[in-house]
């Protein structure tokens, strides 16, 4: 299973927002009733892992050297920073303020399903993000990417 698709929610002013059905099944179906969300370390949006998800990661994390510069700062920025966010029985999470504050959203917010994992994005830096992922330059190296992977 993986999370695909792009969903637009409102958030209110106390950070509530609903997770998208579609993730709400996916998540459930893994035995799931929470995200982990932390900051994304190369974009202004939120990445969230099932609980499933983030334990593999900070499990590979943990078997990194404690004193190595970059593991330090991997640590600091996006594992410190990850809060566990409940689903309610609404299907509504509540984004904590500093991570609403560091990606920007106020209130509407888009939901993007990248296969293991859940981006959340304000929609003025989503929509930018797709512009720059229009350039030529961006979309050669996105099709070299994907024949890579091809058989």
Same mark, same amino acid.
């Given at each position: 299973?993986? =999370?695909?698709?792009?969903?637009?929610? /409102?958030?209110?002013?106390k950070g509530r927002t609903s997770l998208p059905a579609r993730f709400r099944?996916?998540? /459930?179906?893994?035995?799931?009733?929470?995200?982990?969300? &932390?900051?994304?370390?190369? /974009?202004?949006?939120?990445?969230? =892992? &099932?609980?499933?998800?983030?334990?593999?990661?900070?499990?590979?994390?943990?078997?990194?050297?404690? =004193?190595? %510069?970059?593991?330090?700062?991997?640590?600091? &920025?996006?594992?410190? !920073?990850?809060?566990?966010? #409940?689903?309610? *029985?609404?299907?509504?999470?509540?984004? !904590? #303020? &500093?991570?609403?504050?560091?990606?920007?959203? @106020? %209130?509407?917010?888009?939901?993007?399903?990248?296969?293991?994992?859940?981006?959340?994005?304000? !929609?003025?830096?989503?929509? %930018?993000?797709?512009?720059?992922?229009? *350039?030529? %330059?961006? *979309?050669? *190296?996105? @099709?070299?990417?994907?024949?890579?992977?091809?058989?």
């Amino acid at each position: 299973m993986s =999370f695909t698709g792009v969903h637009q929610h /409102s958030i209110d002013a106390k950070g509530r927002t609903s997770l998208p059905a579609r993730f709400r099944e996916l998540l /459930s179906a893994q035995g799931g009733d929470k995200l982990i969300v &932390t900051t994304h370390i190369l /974009s202004d949006c939120l990445v969230a =892992f &099932t609980p499933a998800g983030w334990e593999a990661l900070t499990a590979a994390v943990a078997r990194l050297p404690m =004193f190595d %510069e970059t593991t330090m700062h991997l640590t600091r &920025t996006f594992i410190a !920073p990850a809060q566990e966010v #409940p689903v309610d *029985k609404l299907g509504r999470v509540l984004i !904590p #303020p &500093t991570l609403r504050e560091y990606a920007g959203l @106020v %209130e509407e917010v888009t939901w993007a399903g990248v296969v293991a994992r859940i981006e959340i994005w304000s !929609p003025p830096r989503w929509a %930018e993000m797709n512009r720059v992922a229009q *350039k030529p %330059e961006t *979309k050669a *190296k996105v @099709v070299q990417k994907l024949a890579s992977l091809m058989i």
